[in-house]
């Protein structure tokens, strides 16, 4: 947040302890749904995924897949060893550009280029997803949870220490 006298408003994604009164948190993963029922072939990025996958259960839904791990991001160890230390558990399904293993077909464009909804229609196979974030630092929760919970899998979570603010960590 920019704290001097002309600020009115912060708009950002930490939690709110963290910062003033003059402060509204805008956490990222907000971006990913569709609230409004938009048409969303003119959205660009993020395609935003629709509500009904955030506020309702899908129990029908067939789970016939392990693992999937969506990464193109290399840099966060944790996640590459917690991806290698499962796979020699069962194979775990990477479609990202990082271990991949399921060919080019979620590749997308920089910054994600609209292939959320794609990646959504991948998630929905899966009893497992990893939802490492890049970093861990309070209120960077990105589209990572969301996109796996959406999706009716069990995240395997890592990121913010505070997630339990934004999503029930017991759903």
Request: glycine share 8%.
């Amino acid at each position: 947040p920019v704290v001097e006298s002309s600020v009115n408003l912060n708009l950002c994604f930490q939690h709110s302890d963290m910062v003033s009164e003059n402060y509204l948190r805008f956490p990222l993963w907000l971006l990913e749904i569709d609230w409004f029922g938009c048409d969303v072939e003119k959205v660009s990025n993020p395609k935003p995924i629709p509500l009904e996958r955030c506020i309702k259960t899908f129990p029908d839904e067939v789970k016939d897949k392990f693992c999937a791990f969506i990464v193109s991001n290399p840099t966060n160890d944790l996640r590459n060893n917690a991806f290698f230390w499962l796979n020699e558990y069962k194979t775990v399904d990477s479609a990202g550009r990082l271990f991949n293993n399921m060919g080019p077909d979620l590749f997308a464009g920089g910054g994600g280029g609209g292939g959320e909804l794609r990646k959504h229609e991948f998630l929905k196979k899966y009893k497992f997803c990893f939802a490492f974030e890049n970093s861990s630092s309070q209120g960077y929760v990105t589209e990572k949870l969301l996109h796996a919970k959406a999706a009716g899998c069990i995240p395997i979570y890592w990121g913010d220490p505070k997630v339990e603010r934004d999503f029930n960590t017991k759903g």
